[in-house]
């Protein structure tokens, strides 16, 4: 198996902040590699190391000679951003190239869900999921021969992340991913790199297993760490009761050997097994109970987009319970936000269609987190919302992992991982009983996906939220709405929505992505999207993890009553593959 690139013993400080400390890392024919880590450890400067835009302090960087590395970047260029979409992507190649490379540059954009009325559009007009698709599309027009990808997740909807998958699935050159999303990783990735401590931890496996095997690995090294320990102690007390030995019964060799006893205890305190201090970060809620028989009632509702008479979504009758756990399923432009931006007016507006109890006490998160574009400081934006002593502030943000020296830094200047930590500190502060959130898993890292997860379930808050992380809905939602044909209605089969959408995206590329007789290696290697029989066993296998990782949960941490909608979609699927497929 060919190595593609390989870095030995890199050290990079950024400023004050030290990234990595002799960290190896090695790329090679065949690797699907998921890259993991909490916010702020260096994932994007780890790829911008390995595609050669980046020199290590120390430590050496190699690679394959004229070895094409194609980087799918986090963010748009901003000089793309008044380009034409067929403009934008060939803007990939040299202006010779650009003529003749059209028509593969066409079907590269098709092969990512695009149409051909799109090509002329501005990319300023696309949405952020519909921008990453367009860098995925411009990468693959200079046939690559390793893939780059920060995560290419971000904003997308179901739609876009179904193209993803099926993209990702048909590259056969190695490829590194940056990814917050659990599903992603556990479909796709058939390595983990976790960033964590300046060191990278690799594992042959996909990302729930890895981590899995990391926490083996950390609790082992805490079982070394404890015996080394006591180890030390021991030494250092037989060393402290031969000198007072000494000294008492005026005893040179007593001495000596307190101090030669001394030395063997200082030698294994600088060589003591090394244990993970984790992200250093918090994520936690404070709630209040939420005392009455309905929350919130939606009878007879209309949604529509503001300021028009266009309809979204009619609303017949639906209720939420305290303690439900909602999840507002559809695909984007449906009216998910918009349904949720009316349930949040409704507070302020006396609307018989929208019934809010008095009781509620009511948390929003908004997806853009618009509350946080102000200049000032993030003690400051607490102060002002919330009431109490000073240090009851202080103490939330050191919790949330804001060191003092940070306290002072304006809100506007904070990336989305940060800001989103500011939101959910402010909760904290607040105890809502209710909680709406608008897409809160955009910018949070997986460490922090898991902490929300637990303090949701352990809460008992009652919540309503979108997200299009599947892994977070399916452990933290107990119900399900789906917006679907102009109604928003209950459905007990969110994994029918999912395959609907999959099924969608797979008929729609079959359809019109047409081969490129001109593509360079990466496209002559593309496989077939899967068959039928594959999909469904796919979809199984799928199914049937998720049942055994959540009866691994703890008992109160499991969802008894998704148990039975897995295990009847199980059986389902099994019954469409003896009888020939869909």
């Known amino acids: 198996m060919a190595t593609r690139i390989t870095l030995s013993q890199v050290s990079l400080a950024l400023g004050h902040k030290t990234l990595f400390s002799e960290l190896d890392a090695s790329v090679n024919d065949g690797d699907r590699i998921g890259l993991v880590g909490h916010n702020g450890s260096g994932k994007s400067t780890l790829l911008k190391m390995l595609a050669g835009e980046l020199a290590p302090d120390s430590g050496l960087r190699q690679s394959q000679k004229q070895l094409r590395i194609g980087v799918v970047e986090q963010f748009l260029p901003p000089a793309l951003a008044t380009a034409t979409l067929i403009d934008a992507a060939l803007d990939m190649l040299s202006f010779d190239e650009r003529v003749s490379a059209r028509y593969r540059a066409e079907t590269a954009l098709l092969a990512v869900g695009f149409h051909a009325g799109q090509f002329d559009i501005a990319v300023s007009q696309l949405s952020g999921g519909q921008q990453n698709l367009l860098l995925m599309a411009r990468t ?6 390793v893939m780059l990808l920060d995560e290419p997740g971000n904003h997308m909807d179901i739609s876009s992340l179904a193209i993803l998958e099926q993209w990702l699935s048909s590259i056969t050159v190695p490829w590194i991913m940056v990814s917050h999303d659990r599903y992603l990783l556990n479909n796709l990735c058939r390595n983990t790199w976790v960033l964590r401590d300046q060191k990278l931890y690799s594992f042959q496996l996909p990302f ?6 990391l926490v083996k690995l950390d609790e ?17 007390t037989s060393a402290k ?13 007593l001495a000596r050997k ?21 992200s250093g970060l918090e994520l936690a809620l404070d709630t209040e109970k939420l005392s009455c028989k309905q929350a919130l009632v939606l009878e007879e509702a209309t949604i529509s987009v503001p300021n028009t008479d266009r309809v979204l979504a009619n609303v017949p009758f639906l209720r939420v319970n305290p303690g439900d756990r909602i999840g507002l399923l559809g695909i984007n432009g449906s009216g998910k936000s918009t349904t949720i931006k009316r349930i949040m007016a409704a507070l302020d507006d006396s609307d018989p269609t929208i019934r809010i109890n008095p009781n509620v006490k009511l948390g929003y998160y908004d997806q853009q987190l618009s509350a946080l574009n102000c200049e000032e400081t993030r003690y400051d934006w607490l102060r002002r919302q919330v009431e109490g002593p000073d240090d009851r502030i202080r103490q939330t943000l050191l919790h949330a992992g804001i060191p003092y020296q940070d306290f002072d830094q304006p809100v506007s200047q904070l990336s989305g991982g940060e800001k989103a930590r500011m939101q959910f500190a402010l909760f904290r502060l607040q105890a809502p009983n209710f909680l709406i959130l608008d897409e809160p898993t955009n910018h949070i890292d997986l460490e922090g996906r898991e902490a929300l997860i637990d303090a949701l379930i352990e809460t008992g808050i009652t919540l309503i939220v979108t997200s299009h992380d599947r892994a977070f809905l399916d452990q933290c939602v107990t119900h399900w709405w789906l ?4 109604t928003i209605s209950i459905t007990h089969d969110p994994e ?20 490129s007789k001109n593509s360079a290696s990466m496209d002559e290697g593309r496989t077939d999207l899967p068959d039928t029989e594959a999909a469904i066993l796919e979809q199984i296998e799928v199914l049937e993890q998720r049942l055994s990782d959540d009866l691994k949960r703890k008992a ?3 969802l008894p009553e998704r148990h039975a909608g897995w295990r009847a979609s199980i059986a389902d699927l099994w019954t469409q593959l003896e009888k020939g497929g869909l």
């Open 208 to 213: 729930d297993a890895a981590r899995e095997a």
């Open 483 to 486: 917006i679907e044909d102009e």
């Open 241 to 253: 009761r031969l000198a007072i030995w000494g000294r008492t019964f005026d005893n040179e060799d």
């Open 556 to 558: 109160k941490h499991q």
């Open 496 to 515: 029918g929505f999912y395959r609907s959408v999959y099924k969608q995206e797979a008929s729609k590329h079959s359809q019109t992505v047409e081969p």
């Open 220 to 236: 082992d090294a805490q079982k070394q760490r404890n015996q080394e320990e006591r180890e030390i102690t021991r030494i250092e």
């Open 258 to 278: 307190a101090k030669t006893m001394e030395k063997r205890a200082q030698k294994l305190k600088d060589n003591v097994t090394f244990v993970s201090r984790g």
């Open 140 to 145: 693959q027009l200079m046939a690559p021969d």
